[in-house]
């Protein structure tokens, strides 16, 4: 009995000094990046899929305009999504909260979590669809400059999006130049990246080119 006690205490002991966000130890990451994966990252990303299915299902093409290239709602219809995004954003401000680990300083150590900067672009995602799109810009533009991972390219394209959305394409366009400049973008960030420069050509009435881009997307 006493021996299963003090394995007890001992497990204890163990799991909650892991829990600390404060050590940058292997034990300390494998754990922050095993819970933030599937305890939160996960359903934050399960939410989203949800969300974006009703969009989706509810959209209506209307083709005597010109089809936009995303389907995103309308202010009045975005709401009836909120609850999908803001469980996402819900789920993945947790996850950063919980376990995004830290110098003594109170710094995120950005290289020893690997689903921090994903979470981050779960939340920005989230935004995007619920049409808040400068808070969504916030998040993008948070991960492309502290995070040296892949990821960012994901986050920079989302960001242009959102410019393009608000009609900001002379911020945009220079994203999507710093990304097509990139010789180490991934496969498919490239082809997300030809359908947003589509996106940015129809919004400045350059059909010619835009047709081009979304051939290649």
């Given at each position: 009995?006493?021996?299963?006690?003090?394995?007890?205490?001992?497990?204890?002991?163990?799991?909650?000094?892991?829990?600390?966000?404060?050590?940058?130890?292997?034990?300390?990451?494998?754990?922050?990046?095993?819970?933030?994966?599937?305890?939160?990252?996960?359903?934050?990303?399960?939410?989203?899929?949800?969300?974006?299915?009703?969009?989706?299902?509810?959209?209506?093409?209307?083709?005597?305009?010109v089809l936009p290239v995303f389907v995103i709602p309308s202010n009045e219809n975005a709401k009836a999504t909120f609850p999908d995004f803001d469980k996402a954003i819900k789920k993945s401000s947790l996850v950063i909260q919980r376990h995004t680990i830290k110098d003594k300083k109170d710094?995120?150590?950005?290289?020893?979590?690997?689903?921090?900067?994903?979470?981050?672009?779960?939340?920005?995602?989230?935004?995007?669809?619920?049409?808040?799109?400068?808070?969504?810009?916030?998040?993008?533009?948070?991960?492309?400059?502290?995070?040296?991972?892949?990821?960012?390219?994901?986050?920079?394209?989302?960001?242009?999006?959102?410019?393009?959305?608000?009609?900001?394409?002379?911020?945009?366009?220079?994203?999507?130049?710093?990304?097509?400049?990139?010789?180490?973008?991934?496969?498919?960030?490239?082809?997300?990246?030809?359908?947003?420069?589509?996106?940015?050509?129809?919004?400045?009435?350059?059909?010619?080119?835009?047709?081009?881009?979304?051939?290649?997307?």
């Open positions: 009995m006493r021996s299963l006690s003090a394995i007890f205490v001992i497990c204890a002991v163990l799991f909650f000094g892991a829990c600390t966000t404060k050590k940058n130890t292997a034990i300390h990451r494998g754990y922050h990046n095993l819970t933030a994966r599937f305890n939160g990252y996960y359903w934050s990303t399960e939410a989203i899929k949800e969300g974006v299915f009703k969009i989706e299902t509810a959209n209506k093409e209307n083709y005597d305009k710094n995120e150590i950005p290289t020893a979590g690997k689903w921090i900067d994903n979470n981050w672009i779960n939340i920005g995602i989230s935004r995007y669809y619920k049409r808040e799109f400068f808070s969504g810009i916030e998040s993008f533009d948070y991960v492309a400059r502290t995070y040296k991972s892949k990821d960012k390219f994901t986050a920079m394209l989302w960001s242009a999006k959102c410019y393009n959305e608000v009609g900001a394409v002379s911020q945009s366009d220079p994203i999507l130049s710093i990304l097509q400049s990139e010789k180490n973008l991934p496969t498919k960030i490239k082809s997300e990246l030809y359908a947003v420069r589509g996106d940015y050509y129809l919004r400045r009435g350059l059909n010619t080119e835009a047709i081009t881009a979304l051939t290649n997307a």
